[in-house]
């Protein structure tokens, strides 16, 4: 009876494992829930599913560039809906995650983007070439600090 119940047990959290695994296809859905719930306005859900994307990339490395581009996408959606500065910068971090798997990924991904929603990724990618400005929870927009970037990181050249 002892040898059963070590079978079943190693069985039972080998079947766990299996069923509660993320996978690529997993987030990939994920993903697609969060980009509906952004365009049905339920922002707070969107924003959910992909910090806990992020998160769990952190240990499964599950999220390829282009995953990490839709989400930096979602989040900047989720941002402007919500007025959230925080958002901008999860944006940008995503982004620039992407940027680490992939240039080509994030350059094809941008082109297979509608106009309003490649003028969105172009601010994120901007944003996070941006390296002398930063955004924070407090900080204020100042158009004057405009004058203060060098040309070339405006021009579309830099993108």
């Keep these: 009876m002892r040898t059963f119940t070590k079978i079943a047990t190693v069985l039972l959290i080998a079947i766990m494992a299996v069923c509660c695994k993320n996978t690529v296809e997993d987030n990939r859905q994920a993903i697609e829930t969060a980009e509906s719930a952004v365009e049905q306005s339920k922002f707070d859900q969107a924003r959910e599913i992909c910090e806990s994307l992020v998160k769990a990339n952190e240990k499964d490395s599950l999220l390829s560039a ?26 940008v971090k995503c982004y620039k995650s992407a940027e680490k798997l992939s240039g080509d990924s994030i350059m094809s991904y941008l082109s297979s983007l509608q106009p309003a929603d490649a003028s969105i990724f172009l601010n994120i990618m901007l944003l996070a070439n941006n390296q002398g400005v930063t955004f924070g929870k407090d900080d204020q927009f100042d158009a004057a600090s405009l004058d203060a970037l060098p040309v070339d990181t405006i021009s579309a050249d830099s993108i």
Aim: overall charge neutral.
């Design 66 to 91: 282009r995953d990490f581009c839709r989400i930096a996408l979602t989040m900047q959606k989720v941002s402007e809906g919500t007025n959230s500065a925080d958002l901008t910068a999860t944006a």
